[in-house]
């Protein structure tokens, strides 16, 4: 076999992973099940880790499998599992069709930067907030590249085929709803994105050798690994190819030494050794990396680095209705998705990867900017000015990869209560113009919000014990600028009772002879 093989077998692997996990989050057709989905989620490791401590499994154990291969061979999981690394690996592939002129060259490890922002991350987990997990985890920022950026536009190219092809009275493809979320949200997935871009078609894998948490976690680890790549000097010819081609940037040709914990193990260099001096070998010091003094100054200079500040400036926008009321409408607990349990449970395991955004058939689950204050920063939350919950649909708490949100039957799922809808008489329609509504009662699928009489017409009331914080009544509100009824979030999601009032099955006559 072949060095270049290896190499080959290392992309096949990688397309493998990164094609169904794009379409896992840009589908809008259901191609990909529920029983295919967690195969391919599972082995992220983010996610992995944090729902083997929510839901120990079988399938939320494939962070201890990324564990091991890191143990024997490095980081693997960078080159083959991450979605965001294959990602990185086409867009240097893109720039080099276009230029070959761009080499890279050995570079010393930012060592501070990178094992800060590591250490930085797990502090802040450990202290309760997941922001900054949110903003640097590849997994997540891959999810909120795809079904931010990339799904708007095959929907758009799908309608765009639907509607040509209706043209001609051919109706197979079928056109989709065309929504987009928040711009600030969208806006910070779009820099995100050239970010990752820009940096690894100049510099290769630097994203992952600086600012990825997990890259930095498993660098680490991979110092203990029992293979690692060497140089023969006996064999090698000093021709400097292998570091032209090094996306990590860390094969030093001087002093013929490979830095193993920002390998990636793609095998570039193993495919350009014309004299086959760079082998996989057997690790027989343990560690394999020299004594480095910026470890020590970056632990002497810990107490100095700054948390990172976030400026909040978002401004809801208003359903355009036709009555004009006074009351302001202020919530105090957002409405977190069906299967969280609860804000706490939620908060503490969610990584705003966005797959509960992109399974959602009413877009209702929408990433928020500091609806959980700056710990939550881009968690999902249940957005009832834009849509509301359908009561026959758990698609969410299907596919969430960190057990942020557990499964949920339907028949579970129809008596969770989320929050609990308040209403607000003095902007209702029925006190203000003294016309006819009922919007809300009539939207409500478990018929929560009854009507009652009010001065020869119909004021809606709210029974707590039915409402399941669904949101439909919200929505359906015609109210400006204020809602008259809303949904408050349960800190802990609670059971509602089944209304039986409408279950009542009604006799149908029978008539025994034909009646004309």
Same mark, same amino acid.
């Given at each position: 076999?072949?060095?270049? !093989?290896?190499?080959?077998?290392?992309?096949?692997?990688?397309?493998?992973?990164?094609?169904?996990?794009?379409? *896992?989050?840009?589908?809008?057709?259901?191609?990909?099940?529920?029983?295919?989905?967690?195969?391919?989620?599972?082995?992220?490791?983010?996610?992995?880790?944090?729902?083997?401590?929510? #839901?120990? &499994?079988?399938?939320?154990?494939?962070?201890?499998?990324?564990?091991?291969?890191?143990?024997? /061979?490095?980081?693997?999981?960078?080159?083959?599992?991450?979605?965001?690394?294959?990602?990185?690996?086409?867009?240097?592939?893109?720039?080099?069709?276009?230029?070959?002129?761009?080499?890279?060259?050995?570079?010393?490890?930012?060592?501070?930067?990178?094992?800060?922002?590591?250490?930085?991350?797990?502090?802040?987990?450990?202290?309760?907030?997941?922001? =900054?997990?949110? =903003?640097?985890?590849?997994?997540?920022?891959?999810?909120? *590249?795809?079904?931010?950026?990339?799904?708007?536009?095959?929907?758009? #190219?799908?309608?765009?085929?639907?509607?040509?092809?209706?043209?001609?009275?051919?109706?197979?493809?079928?056109?989709?709803?065309?929504?987009?979320?928040?711009?600030?949200?969208?806006?910070? &997935?779009?820099?995100?994105?050239?970010? #990752?871009?820009?940096?690894?078609?100049?510099?290769?894998?630097?994203?992952?050798?600086?600012?990825?948490?997990?890259?930095?976690? +498993?660098?680490?680890?991979?110092?203990?690994?029992?293979?690692?790549?060497?140089?023969? @000097?006996?064999?090698?010819?000093?021709? $400097?190819?292998?570091?032209?081609?090094?996306?990590?940037?860390?094969?030093?040709?001087?002093?013929?030494?490979?830095?193993?914990?920002?390998?990636?193990?793609?095998?570039?260099?193993?495919?350009?050794?014309?004299?086959?001096?760079?082998?996989?070998?057997?690790?027989?010091?343990?560690?394999?990396?020299?004594?480095?003094?910026?470890?020590?100054?970056?632990?002497?200079?810990?107490?100095?680095?700054?948390?990172?500040?976030?400026?909040?400036?978002?401004?809801?926008?208003? *359903?355009?209705? %036709?009555?004009?009321?006074?009351?302001?409408?202020?919530?105090?607990?957002? !409405?977190?998705?069906?299967?969280?349990?609860?804000?706490?449970?939620?908060?503490?395991?969610?990584?705003?990867? $966005?797959?509960?955004?992109?399974?959602?058939?009413?877009?209702? *689950?929408?990433?928020?900017?500091?609806? %959980? $204050?700056?710990?939550?920063? +881009?968690?999902?939350?249940?957005?009832?000015?834009?849509?509301?919950?359908?009561?026959?649909? @758990?698609?969410?708490?299907?596919?969430?990869?960190?057990?942020?949100?557990?499964?949920?039957?339907?028949?579970?799922?129809?008596?969770?209560? =989320?929050?609990?809808?308040?209403? !607000?008489?003095?902007?209702?329609?029925?006190?203000?113009?003294?016309?006819?509504? $009922?919007?809300?009662?009539?939207?409500?699928?478990?018929? &929560?919000?009854?009507?009652?009489?009010?001065?020869?017409?119909?004021?809606?009331?709210?029974?707590?014990? %039915?409402?399941?914080?669904?949101? &439909?009544?919200?929505?359906?509100?015609?109210?400006?600028? /204020?809602?008259?009824?809303? #949904?408050?979030?349960?800190?802990?999601?609670?059971?509602?009772?089944?209304?039986?009032?409408?279950?009542?099955?009604?006799?149908?006559?029978?008539?025994?002879?034909?009646?004309?």
């Amino acid at each position: 076999m072949t060095r270049r !093989v290896y190499r080959s077998f290392r992309i096949a692997f990688g397309l493998f992973f990164f094609i169904p996990l794009l379409i *896992i989050f840009v589908d809008f057709t259901g191609i990909i099940g529920d029983k295919i989905r967690p195969v391919f989620t599972a082995l992220q490791f983010v996610p992995s880790v944090i729902k083997f401590i929510t #839901v120990p &499994a079988l399938l939320t154990s494939g962070f201890i499998l990324i564990t091991l291969l890191t143990l024997l /061979y490095g980081r693997v999981y960078c080159s083959v599992f991450c979605p965001l690394g294959v990602l990185q690996d086409i867009a240097g592939y893109i720039r080099k069709r276009f230029s070959s002129r761009i080499k890279f060259l050995y570079t010393a490890p930012y060592n501070f930067l990178r094992y800060g922002l590591l250490l930085a991350t797990v502090l802040s987990v450990l202290g309760g907030s997941m922001v =900054l997990l949110n =903003l640097l985890d590849p997994f997540s920022g891959f999810g909120r *590249i795809s079904f931010q950026l990339a799904r708007p536009i095959i929907i758009g #190219v799908n309608n765009i085929i639907s509607f040509t092809l209706s043209r001609f009275g051919n109706y197979s493809v079928y056109p989709q709803e065309f929504y987009l979320g928040d711009t600030f949200v969208i806006s910070f &997935a779009l820099v995100f994105f050239l970010t #990752v871009v820009v940096m690894a078609a100049l510099r290769g894998r630097l994203y992952c050798n600086t600012l990825c948490p997990v890259g930095s976690l +498993l660098g680490l680890i991979s110092k203990f690994s029992l293979f690692k790549f060497v140089i023969k @000097n006996d064999l090698c010819t000093e021709c $400097g190819a292998c570091g032209k081609v090094c996306k990590s940037e860390c094969i030093d040709t001087e002093s013929k030494d490979i830095d193993m914990s920002r390998c990636v193990v793609c095998f570039n260099c193993t495919s350009v050794c014309t004299s086959t001096a760079i082998i996989l070998e057997r690790n027989s010091t343990g560690t394999g990396d020299k004594y480095d003094p910026s470890r020590r100054f970056f632990v002497n200079k810990l107490g100095s680095i700054a948390p990172l500040l976030l400026t909040y400036a978002a401004v809801k926008d208003s *359903i355009l209705v %036709y009555v004009i009321n006074k009351v302001p409408i202020l919530k105090k607990n957002p !409405v977190t998705p069906p299967g969280s349990v609860g804000r706490e449970h939620f908060t503490s395991r969610c990584t705003a990867c $966005g797959l509960c955004v992109s399974a959602c058939p009413t877009h209702v *689950i929408q990433p928020s900017l500091f609806s %959980y $204050g700056l710990e939550g920063f +881009l968690q999902p939350a249940m957005d009832y000015s834009r849509s509301f919950c359908n009561f026959e649909c @758990n698609q969410c708490t299907l596919v969430c990869p960190t057990g942020a949100l557990l499964p949920v039957s339907l028949e579970q799922k129809k008596i969770s209560q =989320l929050g609990k809808a308040i209403f !607000v008489k003095d902007n209702c329609v029925v006190v203000t113009q003294k016309s006819e509504c $009922g919007a809300c009662s009539e939207h409500c699928p478990t018929k &929560a919000v009854t009507m009652v009489p009010y001065e020869k017409l119909f004021l809606p009331e709210v029974r707590d014990k %039915y409402c399941i914080g669904c949101g &439909a009544c919200e929505k359906a509100c015609p109210t400006k600028p /204020y809602k008259a009824i809303y #949904v408050e979030g349960n800190f802990e999601h609670k059971i509602a009772e089944k209304n039986r009032e409408n279950r009542k099955e009604k006799k149908e006559e029978v008539l025994e002879e034909f009646p004309f």
